[in-house]
């Protein structure tokens, strides 16, 4: 298959975890990297709409106060996770660090950015305490995000 993602079994994955999903070098010499950020076990659990929605907003805002180096985060259809991508090669703790960060960001906020009519196309679907609940079980985990096959150790 073409997509990377559709050549991962995912049954075997143990979420949350963090990684590399693909890698590409531009024609002028420029790397994105694709950070898959999986948040629910495939075919187990996933994500809320409202929520996915608010942590699509939340993070999008709240990463680029954390690097510059920050292309997009977009929801998995599959409602299990996002990816993150971001221009230049990096060490996992540094893109570890960025969503960590992020996620901080995330328990602090007050409000989830653009939730209104005029800046989202559905400002009314969105949820602050479930963005917030998601954030705080992924952190909760971080010392397991370099995992993502069950039985594997780093």
């Not at 409202?50 to 409602?79: W, Y």
């Not at 960025?98 to 602090?108: F, N, P, S, Y």
Request: glycine share 6%; net charge negative; proline share 3%.
């Amino acid at each position: 298959m073409n997509v990377e993602s559709f050549n991962l079994d995912h049954r075997a994955v143990a979420a949350p975890y963090l990684r590399i999903a693909d890698r590409k070098v531009l024609p002028h010499g420029d790397v994105i990297v694709k950070y898959d950020v999986r948040f629910a076990q495939p075919n187990v659990g996933h994500l809320e709409m409202a929520t996915i929605h608010s942590l699509e907003h939340l993070f999008a805002e709240k990463s680029r106060n954390h690097s510059d180096r920050v292309i997009d985060f977009s929801p998995m259809g599959c409602q299990t996770g996002f990816y993150l991508i971001l221009q230049g090669d990096h060490e996992f703790a540094e893109v570890e660090q960025l969503v960590a960060a992020t996620l901080q960001d995330i328990l602090e906020a007050s409000e989830v950015p653009t939730a209104n009519e005029i800046q989202c196309g559905w400002g009314a679907n969105h949820t602050l305490a479930g963005a917030q609940e998601a954030a705080r079980a992924f952190l909760a985990e971080r010392a397991g995000w370099s995992t993502v096959f069950a039985g594997e150790t780093r």
